[in-house]
Nanobody, 117 residues
Framework: QVQLVESGGGLVQPGGSLRLSCAASGITFSANRMGWYRQAPGKERELVASITSLGFTNSADSVKGRFTISRDNTKNTVYLQMNSLKPEDTAVYYC???????????WGQGTQVTVSS
């Protein structure tokens, strides 16, 4: 059974920081491209950042220079370090695992991030 369990969300003031974690089980973690997506109320889900099995990263223009994605294959965990948070970063953040060769994709249940004073 595949599980992606996110943690680390919460309420933070503008300019603050949070670190999201996603612990994976039931998959060959090191073989998956991992990503963080977010969905704000009334908006479509969008890619925030991704990291390939080889460690290559990609991020949305809106978070470049503020958010950093990383992975620890020994812990089957992917992280999203979020700095200089803005109110427009408020959303539910979802962890995603994608096995390119099998074209299989999995999602976590999401964690709420709220940036507000």
């Amino acid at each position: 059974q595949v599980q992606l369990v996110e943690s680390g969300g919460g309420l933070v003031q503008p300019g603050g920081s949070l670190r999201l974690s996603c612990a994976a089980s039931g998959i060959t973690f090191s073989a998956n491209r991992m990503g963080w997506y977010r969905q704000a109320p009334g908006k479509e889900r969008e890619l925030v950042a991704s990291i390939t099995s080889l460690g290559f990263t990609n991020s949305a223009d809106s978070v470049k220079g503020r958010f950093t994605i990383s992975r620890d294959n020994t812990k089957n965990t992917v992280y999203l370090q979020m700095n200089s948070l803005k109110p427009e970063d408020t959303a539910v953040y979802y962890c995603n695992a994608y096995r390119v060769d099998f074209r299989k994709e999995y999602w976590g249940q999401g964690t709420q991030v709220t940036v507000s004073s």
